[in-house]
């Protein structure tokens, strides 16, 4: 038999290597005899092997002819049969251990199959065993893990056939389950058009979980000995880049049927990006559908929902998400934010959009998102056009009362966003999604806000949008700066758009017809929040009395509409723990002095109960009304109020209202009236000085 070994390989020693260095390497080698039970025959057949070599070596002649023969290509070492074995151990020794075992797994199979019993057979099975081992050590170096894994299972097959060290052959089975983590990342981080090796690698990962008892690792497996929990989820984070967002989406989904919770939050982000990334809006409805059912231990699925509202274009519904969050830093930002609550909302989906939702994919290029180009996407306002005439009259009614947006520019806002980051707990959500609910720094660019970047819009959209304005303008609760809205957020642009251009469709005719209902006759609350300043010409009784008399025609009209001013004076809502009574009467406080404002008959004076923001909304609205040459004459009354949540800080109460609105020219003449019987309407107070304030509101619930 010849080995690919030679004799200064066989000895340890470099051909420059003098005869006192020979020598020594000589004893070194014999002093240091593999102990891992080879027989006593074969190991004295490898010392006379050794010792033939360092005689030969340090003979100058023999040196010399023998160096003369590799120069002229002579390669390898022939060993006679019944020296072959030791001259294997020789090889192993060497460092060639995978060239050992291919020649000892061939000399164990038939025609060179030793007797059964011999020493011979025990030495090659022993030493296939070994050189199995430290083959597979060798691969795992060069991140070969796939090779490794060949080896091993040669060895355990072989092992196996043999009958024979049932011990070593554990071992070895062992060490295959623990390099099994490398095998599938090798597998799945070659290029994708190596198919066979990509899918042989899914397939891995997905028994690997299963076995685990999914991503929780609930089942006592063969695995949970070299793989714990803690080194899973980061073998997993690792494994992940390398499956395309499809490939995600399957293995989750496929999961979750199996009972993984954190599977079923993982396919929820799988499918977010792809409905994002690939305009694919019908799947971010998927993906609600499936976080709306989870329940996670320390997820808030509020703020992750109103995001996905959003981008449908659903303001109220996003508004009233992130308004019901259980994460009270994340309020009190939104309560306390300088813009508009649309752009908070905004900034916070951008943000956990780029960081959370469209990182860790093969085949998702994750860079700066863009949520105008989102919302300019022909497919993303065909697929809400759809939604929109799908809907029913109700939801119709809904899109005419939504919320007041105070229309400021979307500018950048980032130092209090930067602020909150600092201050929140490091509040994670289940490991799979990495996530941190923290609100990042998110830079927004001044070409989004001036006229330049509108230059090359379709004019003609523009112009239909500036024209239907003034008349639609009530159907959503307040009333849009003219052409200044070409200066205004993009964003708002466009949700505004879609809304507008489905409410002209359907018709104002036909809402008018739909809307004309008399207002129930029912009281304002006994005790509103309302004292009267001594020289008031009218009492908070002769008020309310007129509205009880003549509800639905001239609404809190005073006689001969007087010119002069009232002002009232608002006492504050300090009871640490108010009773529903006392907050029905600070709403029916709002209601009254808002429809009076919004007449014309006084001036609006409720710092006291109602936040600066509310009241900068309701003037503003007041302003628009004067500059078309209007008002507006509002009756709500209250049937129901229902406590929704409470806590030191915030309420929480859902209304029902009796609500008429008219709109009519300064000279008398009824532009349009609108009747919702009831409308429903969240109030959200907060506790801010030691005082109770209305801080915001959503209609159409």
Known sequence: ?????????????????????????????????????????????????????????????????????????????????????????????????KEAFKITRKALQPPKTPALGS??????????????????????????????????HEGIQLLQRMGKLGDIRKELEEDLVALLPYRILDLLSRDLNDQESHKKGLNMLENLIIKRGGLEGNNKSEYTNFLNQQEFEAFFQQIKPFLTVQEQIDLFLELQKRGSLEAGFLAFLSLTAIGFSRRKPEKLFEARKILKKLNLSGLDSMPLIGCLD????????????????????????????????????CIFCKNWLENDVLVGYRDIDSKEVDLDSWFEDREIQEFIEQLEKKSNKKSIR???????????????????????????????????????????????????????YFKNKPIEFYNFLIERIAELKFSFGEFLKDKEIINRSPYLIYIYAFLILFAFGIGIGFLRNNFKKSVQDESIPEKPLISLDKNQKLNEKDIIQGIKKNPSSKLNTIPEKSTSIISYD???????????????????????????????????????????????RTIEERQNDIKKGIYKEINSQIRKIDLESQNSSRIVVLVELNYLERILKNSGELVNETSLNPLKVKYILGFSNKSWKLIDFVSGL
């Open 1 to 97: 038999m010849e080995l690919p070994l030679d004799h200064f390989r066989l000895i340890g020693v470099s051909p420059s290597a003098t005869s006192e260095e020979i020598l020594r390497a000589f004893q070194l080698r014999l002093d240091k005899t593999p102990n891992e039970g080879f027989t006593y025959e074969v190991l004295t057949q490898r010392s006379e092997l050794l010792r033939l070599t360092a005689d030969l070596l340090t003979d100058p002649e023999s040196k010399r002819e023998y160096e003369n023969l590799l120069l002229n290509g002579k390669s390898g070492l022939e060993f006679s049969s019944n020296r072959e074995v030791a001259g294997l151990i020789l090889l192993w020794e060497s460092g060639l251990p």
């Open 119 to 152: 020493s011979r057979e025990a030495d090659l099975t022993l030493l296939a065993a070994l050189t199995a081992r430290d083959s597979a050590i060798q691969e795992q170096q060069l991140r070969s893990y796939s090779n490794a894994a060949e080896f091993l």
């Open 310 to 345: 959003l981008l449908l274009a659903d303001i109220n519904e996003a508004s009233a998400r992130f308004s019901s969050s259980s994460d009270e830093n994340l309020r009190d930002w939104l309560n306390n934010y300088p813009g508009n609550k649309l752009e908070a909302i």
């Open 570 to 616: 608002f006492k504050e809502l300090n009871t640490p723990s108010p009773s529903l009574e006392d907050i029905k009467n600070l709403i029916n406080g709002w209601l009254l002095s808002k429809s009076n404002f919004l007449e014309g008959k006084t001036e609006i004076n409720l710092s006291k109960i109602v936040s600066k923001s509310l009241i900068d």
């Open 398 to 452: 809904s899109n005419l009362q939504n919320q007041q947006i105070q229309k400021e520019s979307f500018t950048q806002r980032t130092e209090d966003f930067d602020n909150l980051s600092e201050n929140i707990d490091d509040k994670r959500l289940p490991w799979p999604g990495g996530i941190k609910q923290n609100y990042e720094k998110v830079e927004i660019k001044e070409n989004q806000l001036n006229e330049e």
